[in-house]
């Protein structure tokens, strides 16, 4: 059993940046994938990013990728999402989750556990 509490969202600016945070009970977590994943208002929810047991090996949606960094640490049993150059169609709530594959996955299918998510608004 993992629970997953994120943080670091809020209101910022187009341009601007965000660093998300995403940590996790248990002394397992450094066996565990782990994705971010995002939904905005009226919208399903969709892949951003994810890193792989070791933290050697991510992918990213097309959409972030040059602007956003997946990151893990895990001795503090902690995931991070780096959120540069920020847009407006970023808004959304961000939410981190585990799988217990060894790869980087895409599917939400393949993550068993999910954090409450944290609110990120991108103003213009």
């Known amino acids: 059993q993992v629970q997953l509490v994120e943080s670091g969202g809020g209101l910022v600016q187009a341009g601007g940046s965000l660093r998300l945070s995403c940590a996790a009970s248990?002394?397992?977590?450094?066996?565990?994938?782990m994705g971010w994943f995002r939904q905005a208002p009226g919208k399903e929810r969709e892949f951003v990013a994810a890193?792989?047991?070791?933290?050697?090996?991510?992918t990213y949606a097309d959409s972030v990728k040059g602007r956003f960094t997946i990151s893990r640490d895990n001795a503090k049993n902690t995931v991070y999402l780096q959120m540069n150059s920020l847009k407006t169609e970023d808004t959304a709530v961000y939410y981190c989750?585990?799988?217990?594959?060894?790869?980087?996955?895409?599917?939400?299918?393949?993550?068993?556990?999910w954090g409450q998510g944290t609110q990120v608004t991108v103003s213009s």
């Open positions: 989750a585990a799988s217990y594959y060894t790869g980087t996955e895409y599917a939400q299918e393949a993550y068993a556990y």
């Open positions: 248990g002394r397992t977590f450094s066996s565990y994938s």
């Open positions: 890193i792989n047991w070791s933290g050697g090996s991510t």
